[in-house]
């Protein structure tokens, strides 16, 4: 199961957690302040783990020279 990386929106406290990659979106409750309005934020681990794997078969990446990126598999 995949790390994800979330900011909270409240607080601004980072955190991570181990989702199933189809709920990586689905709304995360901050476990800092207890706020719904968290958001997800790519981390090289994350990006690396799961979905940089899946990016991989794109090559319409503008922000890089490589095949697998933060700016690459946050366009999915
Ligand atoms: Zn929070």
Redesign the pocket.
């Known amino acids: 199961m995949p790390l994800y990386e979330y900011v ?1 929106g ?2 601004g ?1 980072r955190f991570e957690a181990l989702r199933p990659m189809r709920e990586a979106d689905a709304p995360i409750e ?1 476990p ?4 719904q309005h ?1 958001k997800r934020a790519l981390s090289l681990f994350a990006a690396i783990g799961s979905e940089g794997v899946i990016a991989g078969n794109g090559s319409s990446c503008t922000s890089c020279s490589a095949t697998s990126c933060a700016g690459c598999s946050s366009r999915q």
């Open positions: 909270c409240d607080c406290e901050c800092h302040c207890g706020g968290a």
